[in-house]
């Protein structure tokens, strides 16, 4: 059912081009503009970095379950003179002397583990692994708004291209038509109204023509910058009706479960939850295992060589702080309250768009299938008008007023068709899945985790995966 009313409107514009003009080769399709988008487009680019910038908090997050190791090394020079005086027997005196130079030298490793922090690295971690899933939702929300863009202004210049030539076989209909009224007013058959009346349309249908080149122009240049090349011999743009639930509860039901801007907003009340539990682990005692091992050298004149070595826990209880920690508890607890009231309002919203875009849809396909109407009714009227014209029934008035129908049945018509496909891919967007697997794309889909998981576990290094 779906593939009889795709290719329908799929081939009106063909056929819609073929009436008013010829058709170019057809070289490009709105799958591959979409793969251009999706793999070049330089704001989604820039979104992928931010995700793997992201990645970043889970091994900070995790540091805090590894020890933290510091080499100290210390060299250099000092010179001693001391004079010291001791009493030995109750009439002796010993004064002993020392003076010169000696270089000082020393190294030594401390290392340092946490044991206990109050939970807090825990649920850093898992603040962070919420921030990577939130962040990989909001790339999916740039993807699906890209894809709409690039879907949207294919079909524009499309539409445009196809008004720029109706507008122009409407110039050419309306030359003949001024040109016949001049030969039958060199005869007598028409006044000079007739004339003027032709010559005025005319002038009207050449502004609809320059109208209609400049908004080509202004399409050509954003089709430029969403898709990434210029426009060239554009096959007609399909509906993806077939990857669309088939009702709207369905559909709504759908969007509040995969649309990414509802997932995104779940996973921040997961942020300001754990955020909220890592304040108040700051209430809690911290316990610490220090081990550290030194060797000096030199360090008096007396003293050549010395090692020491030390094991210490230590236990820190946080009585009071001046309030802030508990300024902080209370701060995360609004911020988590203000989250779970931006997903309902999320839901809300996405729960409105999808109503929205799935009305639009239905209205869209009656418009084309009444446009349709209109072209062929116009047609006919223009057809027994100019007939009736002949015969001196009509007025040269009455056959440019048909004349003008009918090119505004045929802009309609193009507008509809255009209307209907972007239609369908504003509800697949509002659903969740417009994206390059829900349109079985045939390109390789960018995998957020793959990243993650080369850094996740990283311990040390600088160079970033990709080399850099």
Not at 5 to 11: D, E, F, I, L, N
Not at 38 to 56: I, K, M
Not at 278 to 302: F, H, R, W
């Amino acid at each position: 059912m779906y593939g009889v009313k795709v290719a329908t409107a799929a081939s009106a514009v063909v056929l819609l081009l073929a009436q008013i003009g010829p058709t170019p080769a057809l070289a490009d399709t709105i799958e591959a503009a979409l793969i251009r988008a999706y793999q070049n487009n330089p704001q989604l680019n820039a979104q992928r970095a931010q995700v793997r910038s992201t990645d970043e908090n889970v091994p900070q997050a995790l540091s805090g379950y590894r020890p933290k190791v510091a080499l100290t090394a210390s060299a250099g020079y000092q010179y001693t003179d001391t004079l010291t005086t001791s009493g030995g027997s109750p009439t002796q005196i010993v004064r002993t002397e020392t003076h010169g130079t000696d270089p000082p030298r020393a190294v030594g490793l401390t290392v340092t583990q946490t044991l206990f922090n109050g939970q807090q690295t825990a649920n850093r971690t898992r603040a962070a692994e919420s921030q990577v899933s939130g962040a990989r939702e909001a790339l999916r929300v740039l993807e699906q708004t890209v894809l709409l863009n690039a879907a949207t202004i294919y079909m524009d210049y499309l539409r445009d291209s196809a008004i720029v030539e109706v507008q122009k076989s409407n110039v050419r209909v309306l030359e003949q038509t001024l040109k016949q009224t001049q030969d039958r007013f060199n005869v007598g058959e028409v006044t000079r109204t007739d004339v003027a009346q032709s010559e005025a349309q005319l002038a009207a249908g050449k502004t609809q023509e320059l109208t209609a080149e400049s908004n080509l122009v202004t399409t050509r240049s954003n089709f430029r910058r969403i898709i990434g090349n210029e426009p060239q011999s554009l096959a007609p743009g399909s509906p993806v009706d077939r990857f669309l639930p088939g009702s709207l509860p369905g559909a709504v039901e759908l969007s509040l479960v995969e649309n990414p801007n509802v997932t995104a907003a779940m996973y921040g009340i997961d942020v300001n939850f754990l955020q909220v539990k890592i304040n108040e682990g700051a209430l809690l005692p911290t316990v610490t295992l220090q081990g550290s091992v030194q060797q000096a050298y030199e360090q008096t004149m007396i003293t050549p060589r010395t090692f020491g070595a030390s094991a210490i826990a230590q236990v820190s209880v946080p009585i009071y702080q001046g309030g802030a920690e508990y300024s902080l508890i209370r701060q995360s607890k609004e911020n988590l309250a203000q989250q779970r009231l931006n997903l309902e309002m999320t839901r809300d919203q996405t729960r409105a768009n999808t109503v929205t875009a799935w009305g639009q849809l239905v209205a869209g396909k009656a418009q084309v299938s009444s446009a349709q109407s209109q072209v062929t009714a116009s047609e006919v009227a223009l057809n027994g008008v100019r007939e009736e014209a002949k015969a001196g029934q009509r007025t040269t008035l009455d056959v440019l007023n048909a004349q003008q129908a009918l090119v505004n049945a045929r802009v309609a018509l193009v507008t509809a068709q255009h209307d209907r496909v972007v239609a369908s891919y504003a509800v697949l967007n509002a659903v969740g899945r417009l994206s390059p697997q829900g349109l079985n794309l045939p390109t390789q889909t960018y995998d957020a985790s793959v990243h993650y998981q080369q850094v996740r576990d990283s311990w040390f290094g600088v160079r970033t995966p990709d080399g850099r």
